[in-house]
């Protein structure tokens, strides 16, 4: 496959092709990282050379071997394998590679988390000013509508700068709410998390009757 002129970055759907002993997609326009999963290939020969790849050189299965790889002419590239003709990483090159993939697996990850794959359980809370503990009667207990879009400016779109906290099955945020300036925290379930569910419901159930100056008050929960 060595010039055709392909372009962009190799696709993970390559992953399958085991059986692969000799791959030269080399003279292409091919960019982006290296995939880690050439490693675990039993390949003869690997031809990289002449593209536009980058960051830190995987150094596992055929990378060892520099015999039996070539990746020249790919000046953005980095590795600690002399013969391979290509200049040793440095400290801030590999930092700067572990934080790109930093950053691209939280994203990933936050899109998930607020867009796809969970079902948010909000719990809308706000600072008690009594000191007396007591219990409430649950039937007279009021709650307010608020969107999700309020949710989200109000923690600056969940913010890691407003992050105040990390459970087991969930993430607390400060917020101010817009309408009202008043000053929240925004707790945030990740139901997919096995149990995640019935805490949300354990832990509403015990706080929204019980009020202290240590403890919050539940407003609202979605």
């Not at 880690?36 to 536009?52: A, I, R, T, V």
């Not at 945030?188 to 403890?215: D, I, P, T």
Request: aromatic residues 14%; glycine residues 8%.
């Amino acid at each position: 496959m060595e010039e055709i002129f392909f372009y962009g970055s190799i696709p993970s759907s390559l992953s399958s092709l085991r059986g692969l002993k000799y791959f030269d997609i080399s003279q292409n326009n091919l960019s982006g990282q290296i995939p880690e999963y050439l490693g675990s290939f039993d390949l003869q020969f690997l031809n990289l050379s002449f593209n536009d790849f980058q960051g830190v050189l995987p150094e596992e299965g055929i990378f060892k071997n520099a015999d039996k790889i070539s990746v020249i002419g790919n000046p953005k590239l980095c590795g600690d394998t002399p013969k391979l003709k290509i200049p040793r990483c440095t400290t801030k090159q590999s930092k700067k590679f572990f934080a790109t993939l930093t950053f691209t697996l939280t994203v990933s990850m936050v899109s998930e988390l607020l867009g796809l794959s969970l079902l948010i359980g909000l719990v809308f809370l706000y600072w008690s000013q009594t000191n007396e503990v007591h219990f409430g009667d649950s039937s007279r207990a009021s709650f307010f509508k608020v969107s999700y879009h309020s949710l989200y400016r109000a923690t600056d779109g969940f913010s890691s700068a407003n992050l105040v906290g990390v459970g087991s099955f969930s993430s607390v945020y400060k917020g101010i709410l817009e309408c009202t300036g008043t000053v929240v925290a925004v707790k945030v379930f990740n139901l997919l998390q096995h149990g995640a569910s019935k805490s949300f419901m354990v832990e509403y159930k015990a706080l929204r009757n019980v009020k202290h100056r240590n403890l919050v008050k539940v407003l609202l929960f979605r």
